[in-house]
């Protein structure tokens, strides 16, 4: 199978040495020739375009879920990585025509009545070309070949990393969780077999899931309906009013808690490119390759922590409480209270915060940053804390910090009533 990305560990490792190298001389050449941090943001940005262009894949990923959540760093710096995602440079034509005849049996254009060479959208594991069958207009999604490799190279230096950064804390847990969350998104029939599950569950008339093709369906080539709509950066500059930001803020934060006590399924990338704003005024959700489903006795634990967390009850019956899910060391009662005031807590205050009001408005609030500053504090604090972190919080976390983030950029505010009166009914 022709390869168009690096797939060895060595050679992704070369790849991210090399722009490592860039930017530690980019830095310093604008040091001595006191270039402005403005023109050196956009250099240094070039360079990660470029390593991304060339790896795709899982790193990718990372750029969207670490880059897109920040917010309150350099906004042309955000732009220009922001723009990476949709400029990954494409498989040529030839190879696409390959690939489908490879897994549906016959070229696209036997296939379909129009089948666009030209991808018009890129996603981290694959390209999106525009087809049309019978009268229906379809979206598929082709994987990058070779990606498969490259995503086991990746998790090799990601696993290094994080334990590096956990400085020998046992980290397995959350490592083999990101690796069967990415092999399940290689596989485009799970996709399908959750945007499947999302679009059965919706019943928000204000909320479209696109259709699967199960016929032009593969593990590497997923069709889908097309939807056409904003995406969100063009949502923004399309200077909305406050009353649709707000609409669809709170569309989103509303699903998020729907399927999570509805369906015990999580859509788990908040990338803001799974968002489209639709003409209509609907939002469209794509891309369910990442989603993560959660136990009832999870969801039951989760639940009754963050009521108690909004009815403020006493702080060791909350330490328990984590305790009971594995993320405090069973100890005495002073030792638990300890941990939980100096680790848990600062991170608990951050996201409590929005429950304990029935609006909370996210302009100028500088929650991500907050969030994020906690987390670095805590890190400090306690270097082995993530040994305990539950894989489950993790990807619900990550998801609503992703939200979050993306609300801070709309300016929006949401109703949080909705949301606790699911938890309340889910605790009877």
Same mark, same amino acid.
């Given at each position: ?63 969207? !879920? ?66 049309? @069958? ?9 994987? @990058? ?42 596989? @485009? ?75 015990? !399924? ?24 990442? !989603?993560?489903?959660? /136990? ?25 409480? @984590?305790?009971?899910?594995? &993320? ?7 030792? &638990? ?11 608990? !205050? ?38 305990? /972190? ?13 939200? /979050? ?12 009533? /909705? ?10």
């Amino acid at each position: 199978m022709d390869k168009i990305l690096p797939t060895g560990k060595l050679k992704r490792g070369k790849v991210l040495a090399k722009s490592a190298l860039k930017i530690g001389i980019s830095r310093s050449k604008s040091y001595i020739k006191g270039v402005s941090k403005e023109k050196s943001d956009d250099e240094i940005a070039e360079i990660i375009l470029q390593a991304l262009n060339e790896l795709k894949g899982l790193s990718v990923k990372i750029a969207q !879920t670490i880059i897109l959540g920040m917010p309150f760093a350099n906004e042309k710096y955000l732009e220009k990585i922001e723009k990476s995602f949709d400029s990954i440079k494409p498989i040529n034509r030839a190879l696409i025509r390959k690939i489908i005849k490879q897994e549906l049996g016959s070229y696209p254009e036997e296939l379909f009545e129009k089948f666009e060479g030209k991808a018009f959208a890129s996603a981290s594991l694959g390209q999106v070309h525009r087809a049309k @069958y019978k009268d229906k207009e379809l979206a598929i999604k082709v994987q @990058y070949p070779g990606i498969a490799k490259s995503i086991k190279s990746d998790m090799a230096i990601i696993s290094f990393a994080l334990k590096r950064f956990s400085k020998g804390a046992n980290i397995e847990h959350i490592i083999n969780e990101l690796y069967s969350r990415l092999n399940e998104e290689l596989n @485009y029939l799970n996709e399908a077999a959750n945007a499947k599950k999302f679009l059965s569950a919706n019943k928000n008339k204000n909320i479209v899931i696109p259709k699967v093709y199960d016929e032009f369906s593969t593990k590497r080539v997923l069709t889908t309906q097309f939807l056409k709509g904003k995406s969100f950066k063009e949502f923004l500059k399309s200077n909305p009013s406050q009353e649709e930001k707000n609409k669809f803020a709170q569309l989103i934060f509303d699903n998020f808690f729907d399927s999570l006590y509805k369906i015990k !399924t999580i859509h788990a990338d908040p990338n803001p490119g799974n968002f489209l704003f639709l003409e209509d005024g609907r939002l469209g959700i794509i891309d369910f390759g990442c !989603t993560k489903s959660v /136990y009832e006795e999870f969801l039951q634990s989760f639940n009754k922590l963050h009521l108690s967390l909004i009815d403020e009850i006493d702080e060791l019956e909350i330490a328990k409480l @984590y305790m009971q899910m594995g &993320m405090i060391e069973p100890s005495s009662d002073e030792e &638990m209270l300890k941990f939980y005031k100096e680790i848990i807590n600062p991170l608990d !205050t951050i996201y409590i915060e929005i429950f304990k009001q029935d609006r909370y408005d996210f302009k100028n609030s500088n929650y991500a940053k907050r969030g994020f500053d906690a987390i670095f504090k805590v890190q400090k604090k306690q270097a082995n804390s993530v040994q305990n /972190y539950n894989q489950d919080y993790l990807f619900i976390d990550r998801t609503l910090l992703g939200y /979050y983030a993306m609300f801070e950029r709309m300016g929006a505010s949401i109703d949080t009533r /909705y949301v606790k009166g699911l938890m309340r009914e889910f605790e009877s």
